[in-house]
């Protein structure tokens, strides 16, 4: 991933913080809801558990997602295409993303296992983005 957006979001984003990822719904009209969101080398994770989400995105993959914080206008905006994951590296990573954000004790507490009937991992894999604020770049 491109190492200006890791920063950029880094810079605004905490692992427990929110963000709001937009898919396409069956109409064609976005359909946006409050996420939280991990980063990994492989893209943007997120941990999908309802059905509309994961259905947009198995008939189409493009995905935005808006970081930003409360009392700035400061934000980052990332398009691209996510990759529902359930394999066994996919389930390492959701843990992992599970962990930084709320401790091993939580993990214990939530810990499952990653299908396509319960709970997925999303990766989404950026296509472009715009910085604005920290640096004003856009790709």
Known sequence: MNKELINAIRAIHSPN??????????NGEPHVTPMMMGIHDQGLLFSLTGKQKKRNLERDPRACVAISQTDVMDHVIVWGTIELRHDDL????????????????YLGQIARKLSIEQTS???MTPTRHRIYGLNDQED
């Open 17 to 26: 913080g929110w963000v709001h990822l937009s898919t396409i719904g069956l």
């Open 90 to 105: 996919a389930q390492q990573i959701w843990n992992e993303m599970i962990q930084n954000a709320f401790g091993k004790e």
């Open 121 to 123: 991992l999303g990766i």
